[in-house]
């Protein structure tokens, strides 16, 4: 008895190495995050990389009216290693009105709502989003456990077309890859 705890704590710092540093990790990456204003909906983005596997973003609306029916309209492209086919994956449509109803965890999309959930600052509880004020996306990103681990590595391009009021206010576009690295760590190191 006395001598199983014994190996049990000899072993367990090299358990909690094992745990921390050691298998490979498959991981959502990002290398570019572009945003541009397309109409007076919101007056202001600042879009930025923290990190390779965070962004975030600070948006204004505009001075005039405040937002309502703010939504996403999304399309990702996936450029899998060593093929030459293209998969295109379209309508993956994010309610901000309803960042709380959504959970399905098991879908690209459940993935996204949970990412936006835990970092979006100052959100209204519902909408619309009030004239002239600033919301934030604060360095957005997906755990490893919650991304599936087994799928083939891959490049993609994200694009998110952002309406407000019926009327597209912003294109955010992000290119990254999905892939297996061994030292995670060194992704999450802040790039300023
Ligand atoms: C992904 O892009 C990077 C740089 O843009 C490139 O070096 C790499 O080979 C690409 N990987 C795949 C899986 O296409
Ligand atoms: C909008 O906000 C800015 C800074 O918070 C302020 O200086 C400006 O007067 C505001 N404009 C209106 C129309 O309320």
Not at 2 to 13: D, Y
Not at 19 to 39: E, M, Q
Not at 162 to 183: C, H, M, P, R, S
Request: aromatic share 14%; net charge positive; glycine share 6%.
């Amino acid at each position: 008895m006395f001598r199983k705890h014994h190996i049990f704590w000899a072993l367990a710092p090299f358990m909690a190495i094992s745990l921390a540093g050691g298998d490979p990790k498959t991981l959502i990456v990002f290398d570019t995050i572009d945003c541009a204003i397309k109409s007076s909906v919101f007056s202001k983005v600042v879009c930025q990389l923290y990190s390779r596997t965070e962004f975030t973003v600070f948006l204004t609306v505009g001075e005039r009216k405040q937002a309502d029916k703010v939504y996403g309209d999304c399309e990702v492209k996936l450029f899998p290693k060593r093929q030459k086919k293209i998969t295109r994956i379209n309508n993956l449509r994010l309610d901000f009105c309803q960042l709380k109803k959504h959970s399905e965890s098991r879908s690209m999309l459940g993935m996204y709502y949970l990412a936006i959930r835990r970092s979006i600052v100052g959100f209204p509880k519902k909408c619309p989003f009030k004239k002239n004020t600033t919301y934030g996306i604060k360095r957005l990103h997906f755990d490893w456990q919650e991304v599936p681990q087994y799928l083939p590595e891959t490049n993609y391009t994200f694009r998110g077309k952002i309406y407000a009021n019926d009327e597209l206010g912003l294109e955010i576009k992000v290119t990254g890859g999905y892939f297996k690295v061994a030292n995670d760590a060194a992704y999450r190191k802040p790039l300023l």
